[in-house]
């Protein structure tokens, strides 16, 4: 077995071994086991090797920390809200936007991110067998206006090598689509997963490769992580990272710019800032749009203009994300 895949099945799945292993105290206001029951702790250990012990608000930690807060209803956090369910065209393919289509590849993550939106998404209906990929792949090639797939999820670098290399070859096949983009947070939560395979399936092909990260804070890129990105980068897939602005997490102007310098150290390009999608239990997350803006605007003073992200939320049946600033 990979060690990658060693990793994944040696992370930590429940809310009192993640409390021992950092030194926390067994309190519940540091986690909460209804909320763990409705969506499971999931923490690859490199990634918790790079939490502080016994802090409670370790940027790190409040991602992946479930919290009573989580059970709190707010108004207009909603299961679905970012309109997923309807801009389905076939099992596991999503398109919004034009020229590119996204492939859920997979239901599974290598981390469970208490504030991600696709926390109440139907993943049992995502196509599991080869085979059931048909529909979608029928989609993607009857349809010659779309030059770019996305591989998504869940994280599409969860599935084996072999599955990948099947799926890139048959998207590779189609003759009008140019770039194959990869959205996934594991060269951060297990950067052992990029190796010499998965480079090959995805930098050997005809496709251009582009590999978007989800980085939020600058200590979740250590070392290991830095030098899985060269791997990438060396191989010819052009990097880019997305993140999600956090209450407590990265809702500082230091914080956002320390991300950016650690980032364009490694090789990354900052792509957007995401506001945080009003999904059922994420509303502790959410800061002001006003915040995001004079976020954005003080980094736009510090820092070089490629090292601003782009500010943007999802708004259910636009054409493109909506810019915020
Ligand atoms: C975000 C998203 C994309 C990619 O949009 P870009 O602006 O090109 O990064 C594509 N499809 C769906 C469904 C998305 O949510
Ligand atoms: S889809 Fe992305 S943000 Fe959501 S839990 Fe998986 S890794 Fe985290």
Redesign the pocket.
């Known amino acids: 077995m990979p060690i990658w895949q060693a990793e994944m099945r040696d992370a930590i799945r429940d809310l009192g071994e993640l409390r021992r292993a950092l030194d926390l105290p067994n309190d519940p206001s540091l986690g909460a086991r209804a909320a763990a029951d409705q969506f499971s702790v999931f923490v690859p250990r490199p990634f918790l090797r790079r939490m502080r012990p016994a802090s409670p608000r370790d940027p790190l930690l409040l991602q992946v920390l479930p919290t009573r807060q989580e059970e709190e209803l707010r108004a207009g956090f909603v299961a679905d809200p970012v309109g997923d369910e309807a801009a389905q065209k076939a099992p596991g393919l999503l398109q919004k936007y034009a020229g590119r289509a996204l492939l859920t590849a997979t239901g599974v993550?290598?981390?469970?991110?208490r504030y991600?939106f696709?926390r109440h998404y139907p993943y049992g209906e995502v196509p599991r067998r080869e085979e059931a990929w048909n529909p979608a792949l029928d989609v993607l090639q009857a349809d010659a206006s779309i030059h770019e797939v996305i591989l998504s999820?869940?994280?599409p670098l969860t599935l084996t090598d072999r599955r990948l290399r099947v799926l890139a070859d048959r998207i590779a096949a189609i003759p009008h689509v140019r770039r194959l983009r990869i959205h996934t947070?594991l060269p951060v939560m297990i950067p052992s997963r990029v190796a010499g395979e998965l480079l090959a399936w995805l930098t050997g092909g005809r496709l251009t490769p582009i590999v978007v990260i989800?980085a939020n804070h600058a200590q979740e890129i250590d070392n290991e992580v830095g030098a899985a990105i060269d791997l990438l980068r060396r191989a010819g897939a052009t990097l880019l990272n997305q993140a999600v602005l956090l209450r407590d997490v990265n809702d500082s102007v230091e914080a956002q710019c320390s991300l950016s310098e650690r980032l364009v150290e490694v090789g990354v390009t900052p792509y957007y800032l995401h506001q945080l999608d009003r999904v059922q239990g994420a509303a502790h997350f959410e800061t002001t749009e006003r915040q995001g803006r004079s976020i954005i605007e003080q980094m736009q003073r510090r820092l070089s203009g490629y090292m601003v992200p782009r500010y943007v939320r999802e708004t259910p049946g636009e054409s493109q994300k909506s810019a915020l600033l």
């Open positions: 993550c290598a981390v469970h991110c991600c696709r999820g869940g994280d947070r989800h």
